[in-house]
């Protein structure tokens, strides 16, 4: 768990310094990727893989526009995920692996996401404008 924390930390550290926190604007790709654990690239892959763009519109997810769940663009701006959760990595990651957890009158379902999936996608949602 430590060795994944300090990496985290610094990247966050930089993009403080750097005047691009985690809620002014989207990531790259390698920010996102070292924020989060995961492989933005696949992240997009896998979340149309299940079904996110059912329920949510999502840049860059060929025909993810569903209109259920808030539109899932500028994530890296926002303070809170689903309104109940901090906006961090492991949060977001926790959120999209099991929502009921997190908050048990989500309308969001439980879909059978492991971790290693949940942080390709939200390192793919951390990267979106």
Do not use: F
């Not at 690239?41 to 059912?54: L, P, T």
């Not at 009158?105 to 879909?111: E, F, K, N």
């Amino acid at each position: 768990m430590i060795p994944r924390a300090l990496p985290t930390v610094a990247v966050l550290l930089a993009l403080i310094a750097a005047g691009c926190g985690l809620r002014r604007d989207r990531l790259s790709y390698e920010q996102a990727a070292q924020l989060t654990g995961g492989d933005p690239a696949a992240g997009r892959e896998k979340a149309r893989d299940y079904g996110c763009g059912a329920c949510h519109s999502i840049p860059g997810v060929p025909a993810a526009d569903g209109l259920v769940g808030p539109p899932l663009s500028g994530i890296a701006k926002r303070m809170y995920v689903a309104g109940v959760l901090t906006n961090t990595p492991d949060h977001l990651v926790r959120w999209i692996m099991d929502p009921p957890a997190a908050d048990s009158s989500t309308a969001m379902p439980r879909v059978g996401v492991s971790e290693e999936d949940a942080r390709d996608i939200a390192a793919y949602l951390y990267s979106l404008p």
